[in-house]
């Protein structure tokens, strides 16, 4: 005997036929992704594949020019970016976004009045150190001083305090040493347990695979391999080793 159908759950983020570009230049073609809630998504592929254009596209800094955008079935490709920012999915872009002069403490502070107000902030804080003990270490220190991954840690804190439905993380491991990655992605994986979606942009494969359930696999702006992270096999022609 069959059980009752069943229908399958709305995915949290969906990408259908999108493509994209800058100006006349087209840099994604036709890309179709989703991601279901509570999953973590590997988006891969080598420099100029597409990977941050569609980061950009689900956080609504890019319009697709054809195609749609879904988030829990709402179509979003049409939304301003605040809008989208509002509905719970935070882009932690490439690269470091901190106030160079002000403290670390000053930088978490200010972000984190302005999310939780006053109050709130005092507990916000407290969590931040326990999730990057480091930071905690050098509350004092100029964020500009800081080293790239210190810095990296620093943006990555005032999200993850407050984790949102869906995480967009372009390129976190880029330049970090591996203990430094190691520490990021055990937040990663405490987020994911606590049920944010992730979707995680990289361009070295190692550690995203460990942590993610699904792959996508771009190459020059195309869906050149789409699956659970265990069919991904051998694809090494795509995929870079992470270094070191
Ligand atoms: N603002 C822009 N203006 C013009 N072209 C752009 C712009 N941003 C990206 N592109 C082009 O779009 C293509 C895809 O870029 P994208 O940044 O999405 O690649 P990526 O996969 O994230 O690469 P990387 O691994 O180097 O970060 C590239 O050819 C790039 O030069
Ligand atoms: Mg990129």
Redesign the pocket.
């Known amino acids: 005997m069959t059980g009752p159908s069943r229908i399958p759950p709305v995915p949290l983020l969906e990408l259908r036929d999108v493509s994209a ?3 006349p ?1 087209r ?1 994604i073609f036709d890309v179709s992704l989703e991601i279901a809630e509570g999953k973590v998504l590997a988006l891969l ?10 980061a950009r596209i689900a956080s609504g800094l890019v319009r697709p020019t054809s195609g749609e955008v879904f988030f829990e079935g709402v179509r979003i490709d049409k939304f301003r970016a605040y809008r989208i920012a509002r509905l719970g999915i935070v882009h932690a872009p ?1 690269g470091r976004s901190v106030f160079a002069s002000l403290s670390v403490e000053e930088n978490l502070v200010l972000s984190f009045r302005r999310e939780f107000g006053r109050r709130g902030a005092s507990a916000a804080l407290d969590r931040a150190y326990e999730l990057f003990p480091r930071l905690g270490e050098r509350r004092k220190q100029v964020a500009g001083t800081l080293s790239g991954g210190e810095q990296r840690m620093l943006s990555l804190a005032r999200v993850l305090v407050h984790p949102p439905r869906l995480l967009i993380a372009d ?1 976190l491991s880029l330049g970090l040493a591996p203990i430094i990655i190691d520490e990021v992605y055990r937040n990663l994986a405490a987020v994911r347990d606590a049920g944010t979606t992730l979707l995680l ?1 990289e ?1 070295y494969v190692g550690h995203a695979l460990q942590i993610a359930d699904e792959v996508a696999v ?1 190459t020059k ?1 195309t869906v050149a391999f789409r699956g659970p992270t265990d069919d991904l096999g051998d694809l090494s022609e795509w995929l870079l080793p992470t270094p070191g």
């Open positions: 570009g800058y100006g230049f840099a592929g080598s420099n100029g594949a597409g990977k941050t254009t569609i490439e390129e942009v361009q771009l702006g």
